[in-house]
């Protein structure tokens, strides 16, 4: 019984990522393509909370990429500082907005940089938006 | 009237132009920087030895024959140090479409000489253009560098399998007597150096 409405929980969310009152609106994608002799790469977009509830986001995957996490590259006297942000929230009706020089998205590459890559934004195990986009530059 | 008046008239009143210009000329105000601290008197640099990205060496009178802008970064850094090797590069850009005679070398010193060998480097900063190059080397030595111009660095673990490296956000001007001259403090913009740099260029 328990299994079965896991089952339909997961369904409802994934369902709820490729309707139109999905959870999460994500505009202004940018996915950097590494530079030559390097894996990293960075992400960049706008994340609005569609909901009336507050979002917590907690892991960012790809099938695209060896990892993707969260950053925050910060200006503190001076020195410039990345954290690692283990959970971005967002209010009910808010945007936040990952950019250079601020949040981001840090991408590792694996050995091929696809054509296009695949983010899924995840609240614990459940997935709130998959989007696809073009690696640029 | 007679001619003797008319000249003394004449050498009057070129004496009041000339004094009126003069007297504009050196009481108009002359430009300034208006983002970059310029050192009251150049600061000479500590002896190091490094590796450019070709490999070669690169001591303190490397820096000698040209204007360097020097940042700090590590290419493993995927969002603000291409960020403001891109504002360097642009801002040089904008200095050679509006015809500087001379344009800053820009030199990325590797705060992650662990990772960022000669190779590496030059693969990326063949990204941002002419006039671009990076030196790293080992890392005592860049710490006789950095140490010399007050520039910060530490390694900084994010992740068993990721470190980063965090580091002064500092621009500094190295001029081409190889002497610390100028610093841009963070954040950092292309319309900052393009209107100091040819000033504090000229200055020399």
Redo the contacts between chains.
């Keep these: 019984m328990m299994r079965l409405l896991t089952s339909l929980l997961c369904c409802c969310w994934l369902s709820a990522c490729s309707v139109e009152n999905a959870p999460l609106v994500a505009t202004d994608i940018v996915v950097t393509r590494p530079l030559p002799g390097v894996r990293m790469g960075a992400g960049y977009l706008s994340l609005t909370n569609a909901t009336n509830q507050r979002i917590l986001i907690t892991k960012v995957m790809s099938p695209n990429f060896e990892s993707v996490e969260m950053h925050e590259s910060v200006l503190e006297d001076g020195i410039s500082r990345m954290y690692k942000l283990d959970e971005v929230a967002i209010l009910p009706g808010r945007t936040v907005h990952f950019e250079p020089g601020g949040k981001h998205l840090m991408i590792r590459y694996g050995v091929d940089v696809p054509d296009v890559v695949t983010l899924q934004f995840y609240a614990g195990d459940a997935l709130l938006l998959s989007v696809d986009t073009t690696p640029e530059g | 009237m007679d001619s003797r008046k008319k000249v003394i008239i004449r050498m009057a009143v070129i004496s009041i132009v000339t004094g009126v210009w003069l007297s504009f000329w050196i009481t108009a105000p002359m430009p300034r920087p208006q983002t970059a601290t310029v050192l009251p008197a150049p600061l000479g640099l500590a002896e190091f030895s490094l590796l450019d990205q070709n490999g070669d060496a690169f001591s303190r009178a490397s820096f000698g024959d040209h204007w360097n802008l020097v940042l700090f970064g590590f ?6 140090c ?2 403001t090797l891109q504002v360097l590069a642009n801002a040089r850009q904008q200095m050679l479409e509006a015809g500087a005679q001379e344009l800053p070398r820009i030199v990325l010193v590797s705060v992650d000489p662990e990772r960022d060998t000669a ?6 900063v ?2 941002f253009g002419a006039g671009v190059i990076g030196i790293t080397g080992e890392l005592a030595e860049v710490r006789k560098l950095t140490d010399g111009l007050g520039v ?1 660095f530490q390694k ?1 673990s ?2 068993d ?2 470190y ?1 490296v ?5 621009v500094i001007l190295i001029d081409p007597q190889s002497n610390f001259h100028a610093l841009f ?3 950092h913009e292309v319309a900052s150096f393009e209107h100091d740099l040819p000033i504090i260029m000229a200055s020399q």
């Design positions: 290419t493993n850094c995927p969002d603000i291409p960020l190779a590496i480097i030059s693969q990326y063949g990204n910060f900084t994010i992740d399998g990721y980063s965090d580091h002064s956000a500092v403090s963070a954040p």
